[in-house]
């Protein structure tokens, strides 16, 4: 299931279906929430669709997930292995999402959050192969 979600969501974030890759996203959350793949996702289709302050919002909520000690631990004890298999897919060589990923890396760069920046660099490199 974790792949067909991934695969939905490169499919309709290369055809341009921003409106389909924000539900697919949403979908995603329902299901395993704060996880930081839908976040990101669901933060650059808002982005793309002008609704900047939103996308923000999310790209901040998916910092403070990653670097707050507490809720990286709170993070670690729910979800965890659902949110890990869904990361592992969203970056798996030929996984669609290169350019997304390099599109999440610029806006994180641009909010000056350069660490993760580099990461979501990481896992366009990874998804592009």
Request: proline fraction near 2%.
């Amino acid at each position: 299931m974790t792949l067909a979600l991934i695969d939905l969501l490169a499919t309709f974030y290369l055809n341009g279906n921003l409106v389909r890759m924000e539900a697919i996203a949403r979908s995603m959350l329902l299901a395993v929430p704060n996880d930081i793949v839908a976040l990101q996702f669901l933060g650059l289709s808002l982005y793309l669709r002008g609704r900047t302050e939103d996308a923000y919002r999310l790209f901040k909520r998916y910092v403070s997930l990653t670097t707050n000690p507490q809720t990286q631990q709170k993070l670690l004890t729910s979800c965890e292995l659902a949110a890990n298999a869904i990361y592992q897919a969203a970056t798996r060589p030929g996984s669609g999402l290169a350019k997304g990923w390099h599109g999440i890396a610029e806006i994180l760069s641009h909010l000056g959050y350069g660490r993760h920046a580099v990461r979501a660099r990481r896992a366009a490199r990874a998804s592009a192969g």
